[in-house]
């Protein structure tokens, strides 16, 4: 983890990468039919993945 920050920093040259996007923050911290969005794309990937992984 600590290294994967340091390449970070390296590739922004320090500079600290926002995004003020509603649907990316709908993404992260949003619902839908009363569950929360990040349990539902999880739910999904684990079905794709279980679904087409041999």
Same mark, same amino acid.
Do not use: C, E, K, N
């Given at each position: 983890?600590?290294?994967?920050? #340091? ?6 040259? #320090?500079?600290?990468?926002? *995004?003020? @996007?509603?649907?990316?923050?709908? $993404? #992260? @911290? #949003? @619902? *839908?039919?009363? %569950? ?9 990937? $684990?079905?794709? %993945?279980? $679904?087409?992984?041999?």
């Amino acid at each position: 983890m600590v290294a994967g920050r #340091g390449v970070a920093q390296l590739i922004t040259a #320090g500079q600290i990468v926002t *995004f003020d @996007s509603p649907a990316l923050a709908w $993404l #992260g @911290s #949003g @619902s *839908f039919l009363l %569950f929360p969005t990040p349990v539902i794309v999880a739910a999904a990937t $684990l079905l794709l %993945f279980w $679904l087409f992984y041999p």
